[in-house]
């Protein structure tokens, strides 16, 4: 009952502040240009800033050999759902601005919003660390990988001809991921986090990083009021989608710790029920933003976040269940 209530209270939250989206788009009270902003702003400015926040708070080296099987675990999953998803994506013939979204979807999770809060209440604060193993990899794979896969499915370019898309290296390192690759040097070298990241530095970055996943879900609200919530469907790409992230996510990442443990590649229990319940986690929120960047299919990002995270209050407890 207690699992229940914590997943309740979690989609309580979510549903609140896409609410909050929606009845202000309802009311009118943003013009046709401000949801393209708002996407610019979480996307350029929040989005950098959290994920650099979060590597400071929450990152140690010393850490890292520890926690390095879990790397391993978190690294090959998430690989060997986005080749699953590649094959099943090309067998339903999935049309184009789709494609990427539906791979992504089915791969990457709402980590810091849903997985942490959730985790703390399964595990308790000890739990932490495992948890930050998967956010790295879910987060370095997403904005790298991730971005790749739905740039490259943009139905807008043209492939008339025969014509190649040209490979953008912008698409591989894209904004977000500068938060990442910035923080790094102030893990590893001390000197540089004690005299340049000074407290009004840190204090007004972290701010902006707590703006990224309500204005997300404020995005979100706008979204389903534009294109009409009754419209919402459950077709078999968003179903198959949901199976993806559901099912498949967490059950390979529990037969790759099995076989790792079969191997001697052992993990305390916590380490391995973390990394399922992380695997399991809806879809990461800024979905639909990314398909509004790359004139992918906004219905169907907003369907899937939203319908992912209401199915969400069922599915943590069988999880939790079937571990255990």
């Not at 997943?7 to 013009?31: C, E, N, P, T």
């Not at 199976?243 to 996510?249: D, E, M, P, S």
């Amino acid at each position: 009952m207690a699992i229940f209530w914590t997943s309740i209270q979690s989609v309580l939250a979510i549903m609140i502040m896409i609410a909050v989206g929606y009845v202000a788009q309802g009311k009118g009270w943003f013009d046709k240009e401000f949801s393209g902003a708002l996407s610019k702003i979480i996307m350029q400015v929040a989005l950098p800033a959290s994920i650099f926040m979060s590597m400071m708070n929450h990152f140690k080296p010393d850490q890292l050999a520890k926690l390095s099987v879990g790397l391993l675990y978190s690294v090959v999953s998430i690989t060997a759902g986005l080749l699953i998803s590649w094959v099943v994506v090309w067998v339903m013939k999935v049309p184009r601005g789709r494609r990427g979204l539906m791979m992504t979807a089915m791969n990457f999770a709402n980590t810091v919003f849903i997985g942490m809060p959730l985790n703390q209440a399964l595990f308790g604060n000890a739990s932490i660390p495992y948890l930050l193993v998967y956010y790295i990899v879910n987060t370095v794979m997403l904005w790298t990988i991730g971005v790749w896969l739905i740039s490259a499915d943009d139905p807008t370019v043209d492939k008339a001809g025969g014509e190649r898309v040209k490979f953008d290296w912008h698409h591989l390192v894209p904004t977000p991921l500068w938060g990442f690759i910035v923080a790094l040097p102030f893990i590893y070298i001390p000197w540089l986090r004690t005299h340049l990241l000074v407290n009004f530095v840190t204090l007004t970055l972290t701010d902006i990083g707590a703006l990224v996943t309500p204005l997300s879900l404020i995005y979100i609200g706008i979204m389903l009021k534009s294109f009409g919530i009754k419209n919402m469907k459950f077709d078999k790409h968003v179903v198959v989608t949901l199976i993806g992230r559901f099912a498949l996510a967490p059950v390979l990442m529990f037969v790759l710790i099995a076989m790792g443990h079969s191997m001697g590649l052992t993990m305390v229990p916590v380490f391995q029920k973390t990394l399922v319940i992380q695997a399991a986690t809806p879809t990461f929120a800024v979905l639909p933003i990314l398909a509004t960047t790359y004139h992918g299919d906004v219905k169907f990002a907003t369907d899937i976040v939203v319908s992912a995270s209401v199915l969400f209050i069922v599915v943590v407890p069988i999880i939790m269940v079937l571990m255990g």
